[in-house]
Antibody, heavy 121, light 108 residues
Framework: EVQLLESGGGLVQPGGSLRLSCAASEFTFSTYAMNWVRQAPGKGLEWVSG????????YYADSVKGRFTISRDNSKNTLYLQMISLRAEDTAVYYCAKERAAGVVDTFDIWGQGTMVTVSS | DIQMTQSPSSLSASVGDRVTITCRAS??????LNWYQQKPGKAPKLLIYAASSLQSGVPSRFSGSGSGTDFTLTINSLQPEDFATYYC??????????FGPGTKVDIK
């Protein structure tokens, strides 16, 4: 079964850093672009960042640009999100999501179960 | 960025009902419109892509229509497992993709 499994969430103080991971299985990870989407408690979905299949192109929402860095290791079938200078408004469940087809930042057909990030003192 | 709106924000329906949810884009997005279902505590699930294409494994009671700025998700004969929140998402001009605010479907 195609699966994405996030990890790395937790409680962090404002201004702190955190790195999320997303382990992929049962599909050819290196041939699909990947994304991070977040959902603040009780709120809707917000796309955060995307990366091309080879990792050479990256994209960010304005709200995280300059603070978050997306990357991937295709040899390990793993997606990452490095987050620095965290703010209270970054508190959310973070999902990794696979592109359905050849697009980048397009349509997300497989989602992980999510990992919670809480930014609070 | 393209803004997405949905109506209604919530609705109550009974098992067996036909339910229609509307999504509107702030500018024409052709047919670059996707629909997701999310149940409490769970990840979103892709239902419909490219306005009307049914994602593999999704029951045929779900259907999508529309183009340009106005789109509709229809659930024929609502089932107990369909009570959830539904989001539309545009993929016409990205990044960023943008999602609608969601429509919560609950039991009457």
């Amino acid at each position: 079964e195609v699966q994405l499994l996030e990890s790395g969430g937790g409680l962090v103080q404002p201004g702190g850093s955190l790195r999320l991971s997303c382990a992929a299985s049962e599909f050819t990870f290196s041939t699909y672009a990947m994304n991070w989407v977040r959902q603040a408690p009780g709120k809707g979905l917000e796309w955060v960042s995307g990366i091309s299949d080879g990792g050479d192109s990256t994209y960010y929402a304005d709200s995280v640009k300059g603070r978050f860095t997306i990357s991937r290791d295709n040899s390990k079938n793993t997606l990452y999100l490095q987050m620095i200078s965290l703010r209270a408004e970054d508190t959310a469940v973070y999902y990794c999501a696979k592109e359905r087809a050849a697009g980048v930042v397009d349509t997300f057909d497989i989602w992980g179960q999510g990992t919670m990030v809480t930014v609070s003192s | 960025d393209i803004q997405m709106t949905q109506s209604p924000s919530s609705l109550s329906a009974s098992v067996g009902d036909r339910v229609t949810i509307t999504c509107r884009a702030s500018q024409s997005i052709s047919r670059y419109l996707n629909w997701y279902q999310q149940k409490p505590g769970k990840a979103p699930k892709l239902l419909i892509y490219a306005a009307s294409s049914l994602q593999s494994g999704v029951p045929s009671r779900f259907s999508g229509s529309g183009s340009g700025t106005d789109f509709t998700l229809t659930i024929n004969s609502l089932q107990p497992e369909d009570f959830a929140t539904y989001y539309c998402q545009q993929s016409y001009r990205t990044p960023p993709v943008t999602f609608g605010p969601g429509t919560k479907v609950d039991i009457k």
